[in-house]
């Protein structure tokens, strides 16, 4: 087989087509996202996000059945109550957002596992923890699509607002920015992919897609712009090369996209030529052979 043939034989299939464009769609606004959550240190209340989207998917189910529209928008709607609510915690008392994203995080979970124990019939979480990448549908695609434009454009039009927010919120605020309203947007704009990924990649899985990119970028990368090109350029490549992956070694295909993006955040860890754990080391050792013949 030729490696025209190995890289393009796969997406010969509609499916795996529209797996890709929706892992591609995904990974742009993941990346994007995952730089502004990192380096705000937000990285573990996106996980808190992910799993207080339980409850509005219970509360659907208990209504609506298993409508998977209905699932989708109870699970958006639990996530923005859970952004909102910790941000007017924070803001309006003396308990740290952090503290707040746990607490809402750990309620919301209680109620949505008590609700789930009360459904008439079992509802297999599975699908929503972890994700099927190769049965997205044309509406999923179209979801991601959507989702994907929305925060691009975004953060073409709020890019200056974005940074100040980033790096210095108390300075955006003294200069008249709406550093709340700029937090929510973000916190918003993460629960909208977390949801959009539910179906791609699963709440679980999705975390990996957003964050990963953003660290590896972040090893290699000292300007915000940079910083965001190489997080969206790793998580599109990340994206083909785990649906190869997952094809080729029948492996899940979530899973391969994450493994993949496991793969360039060692390779970074260990390579980066300033901030690489192989560049400190010889760092030290030059120090150490310094101090050794000095006078």
Avoid at 18 to 29: D, H, Q, W
Avoid at 143 to 160: E, K, P, W
Wanted: proline share 3%; hydrophobic share 55%; net charge positive.
């Amino acid at each position: 087989m030729s490696p025209h043939d190995f890289l393009l034989a796969p997406f010969a299939y509609g499916f795996m087509q529209r797996a890709l464009g929706s892992a591609a769609l995904l990974g742009l606004s993941g990346g994007l996202l995952g730089c502004v959550l990192m380096l705000r240190r937000l990285a573990l209340m996106g996980d808190a996000l992910s799993h207080s989207l339980l409850p509005g998917i219970a509360i659907a189910y208990l209504f609506f059945g298993p409508s998977t529209s209905a699932l989708f928008l109870g699970a958006l709607l639990a996530g923005l109550l859970t952004a909102l609510g910790s941000a007017l915690i924070s803001r309006l008392t003396r308990v740290k957002e952090d503290a707040a994203f746990g607490s809402l995080f750990i309620v919301f979970f209680g109620a949505g596992v008590a609700i789930l124990s009360r459904l008439p019939t079992r509802l297999n979480l599975e699908h929503f923890l972890f994700g099927n990448i190769l049965g997205v549908s044309a509406a999923d695609l179209r979801l991601a699509g959507v989702t994907s434009g929305a925060t691009v454009l975004v953060f073409v039009l709020f890019y200056r607002g974005i940074l100040l927010e980033t790096f210095d919120p108390i300075f955006h605020r003294a200069t008249g920015g709406r550093s709340g309203l700029a937090h929510f947007g973000v916190l918003a704009l993460t629960v909208l992919n977390l949801v959009a990924a539910l179906q791609t990649m699963g709440v679980v899985l999705a975390l990996g897609l957003f964050l990963l990119p953003a660290v590896s970028a972040y090893l290699w990368c000292d300007r915000f712009g940079w910083l965001l090109a190489s997080s969206v350029a790793i998580a599109l490549a990340c994206s083909a090369a785990g649906i190869l992956v997952s094809y080729y070694a029948s492996i899940a295909s979530g899973a391969a996209v994450v493994l993949c993006l496991g793969v360039v955040l060692l390779a970074s860890l260990l390579c980066s030529p300033r901030y690489g754990a192989a560049a400190r080391i010889l760092e030290y050792i030059r120090e150490r052979r310094g101090i050794r013949h000095s006078p």
